[in-house]
């Protein structure tokens, strides 16, 4: 296509018809109302992209644009660049590593507030429920535990559905998409962080079979965005000092920084959330940035080991258990034989089975969940709500059915737990006998994978417990992703996994020299790569989670088979989640059709340019009736003997330019005065919701017939390719350089310089697909 973004297609919709994208200069058109549909993946009635969690499921929608990862070079840049000092070269390093450690500091500090908020208010609940029981007052008990649920629920809810939809959700696809240069409104804005933190609290708490460790991952990021950017105006939250990173390539740094930081906080493992973002966030990575995401993953467990070490004495309420290591199972000593081989590798076919069949679930939930969502706020809350009554349902009533076991001889811990988190939960049996159902489901999450990863008492929890465990988890953790409010996948995914990990463990008992603590952590190891299909970060997190490392072979192993299995059903939930948003999500790999594909096929016109010394008013018409960002600059006669490309100008930059009012009444070259009376910090990026409107300009009649030289502010070295070029091969380029636009070039003289600009939107399958329906007999 030409200069156009995929804003231009997305942000237009369905309120604009041919001939108004005729205008727009494209002769892009649509030949059926199918084909209309064909981009928006959820919602019939509109064609905008969908960017929260919550938009899957019907939210609100918004246009997207693409991020400006390349380097400009212009004039006005070079000449800072130049300009800049040794002193202030040193400034700009130490300024990064300044951020990396308050992106450490910052996300340290809420994942251990995280805990601490969760662990009490949950706790509170619990042992207000616990002692109705012990009184006998079992329908009390309920309406108290399911009141309290409710409460929590509602306000989760009313947070995500009328402050910030941007902040439903897990939050990694919406991360994963922005690191690969897709932006949309309020993905990491300071609403979306207040609303994430406090939301992921309030529904973790309120027993949701949901995790805060994949809200952890956008918390991170959103404070890494808040702090590249100096703050928020809006808020009055502004440090000027930290306001040097002003362009996309430095914030994408920090985000991938903040991203890692968010895993390394919430599960204390600094080595697995690098891992993390080089294996699943990031689309671009060098060495430089492994540095700085090792740092501040070090800060984050600095700071959540001093902050864990203070809450041992007992001055953080009922958060005071635990280090670094939150599922110790190193106890168990894993031996093991051929047998054992063999029920690893079926652990792994399992995993692989039941992932992907939980992926291909959560997709038609989502889907499901959209009719309801998309009435608005009351409607989305309405379903929290129900959701909420059904999850206090079965963890309360589901222990019912669960028998009375006595208390194991010679335990060194409580048994039955009164009053607090432990392996024997009292629930209703008489004294000296324990509800093994009531410990999996009527606790906290931490604590459930706690008891299922524990070692030494095969007998500890019934088949019949693990089943029940298995498939109520299983089907919660489906209809729970997705309602309004901030949900993890990680936990209910580790829940599920080592339920039936422990329960294959203890049927193999006999022939198996594996501990049952140690199957269970295989199983959750084996659904953990069926679902997310990542390896080598998943197998270190679950390392540094259990502290086992001589378990490393097996996890390696059943993550490597149960990653193989489920690929051969469907991709990775990350992966459907970001294709259900309606996100361009550039992959790594070209699609084979591309190679049946040049360049110039996916270009179409006409193509608008503007000369290096253009007319004002021919630049504001032009603004005014179309969205692109880019815009190839021409020069002619008599500033060149021929037409050639003197570069790409963006959007933002002529506005900026008009702004300023540096008019000449005689087309000639302006440029030094341009460079005297404007700095490179005029043309960097704002933040989020801050830039120059074409609404900000006053444009007098008068000054619409001078000239304006462009020169100053052209990007003199944009990418380009021929127009023959393989399309498989400008999508691979197009990648790996982080562009936004792409300039193709005719391939025989005495033609226009350009013949047009190749954008996201033109790279993705639905587009050459409707394009070229024939493609598809060539895959």
Known sequence: MDERDENDIESEGLLCDEKELERNGSSFSFSSEKGMMMREPLLVRSRTNNTSQIAIVGANVCPIESLDYEI?????FKQDWRSRNKVQIFQYLVLKWTLALLIGLSTGLVGFFNNLGVENIA?????????????????????AYAGCNMVLAIAAAALCA???PAAAGSGIPEVKAYLNGVDAHSILAPSTLFVKIFGSIFGVAAGFVVGKEGPMVHTGSCIANLLGQGGSKKYHLTWKWLRYFKNDRDRRDLITCGAAAGVAAAFRAPVGGVLFALEEAASWWRSALLWRTFFTTAVVAVVLRSLIEFCRSGKCGLFGQGGLIMFDVNSAVPTYSSPDLLAVILLGIIGGVFGSLYNYLVDKVLRTYSIINERGPPFKILLVVIISFLTSCCS??????????????????????????????????????????????LNTNDDVIRNLFSSGNEEEFHL????????????LGIITYGIAIPSGLFIPVILAGASYGRLVGTLLGSVSELDVGLFALLG??????????????????LLELTNDLLMLPLVMLVLLISKTVADSFNKGVYDQIVKMKGLPYMEAHAEPYMRHLVARDVVSG??????????????????????????????????????????????SHLLVLLKGKKFTKQKLLSGSVILNRFHAFDFAKPGSGKGLKLEDLDIKEEEMELYVDLHPITNTSPYTVVETMSLAKAAVLFRELGLRHLCVVPKTPGRPPVVGILTRHDFMPEHILELYPHIKLHK
């Open 72 to 76: 400009v070079d212009n004039d006005l």
């Open 396 to 441: 309360y009533g589901l222990p019912w059915l669960a028998k009375c076991t006595p208390c194991p001889d010679g335990l060194k811990e409580e048994c039955p737990t009164i009053g607090s988190s432990g392996n024997y939960k009292n629930f209703q049996c008489p004294p000296g006998q324990y509800n093994d159902l009531a410990s999996l489901l």
């Open 162 to 164: 009328y402050i910030a």
């Open 606 to 651: 006409p193509l608008i340019s503007f000369s290096g010394v253009e007319k004002v008013g021919n630049i504001l018409h032009t603004l005014q009736m179309t969205k692109h960002n880019g815009f190839p600059v021409i020069d002619e006669p008599p500033f060149s003997e021929t037409p050639e490309l003197c570069g790409l100008v963006l959007r």
């Open 524 to 541: 959750a190891a084996s659904f953990l790569g069926g679902t997310m299909r990542m390896t080598v970060s998943l197998c270190v997190i």
């Open 123 to 143: 706790g509170f609940k619990l042992l207000l429920t616990s002692n109705l029981m012990l009184w006998e007052r079992y329908y009390l008990a309920f309406a």
């Open 464 to 475: 019949s417990t693990l089943l029940i465990c298995f498939v109520t988890i299983y089907c």
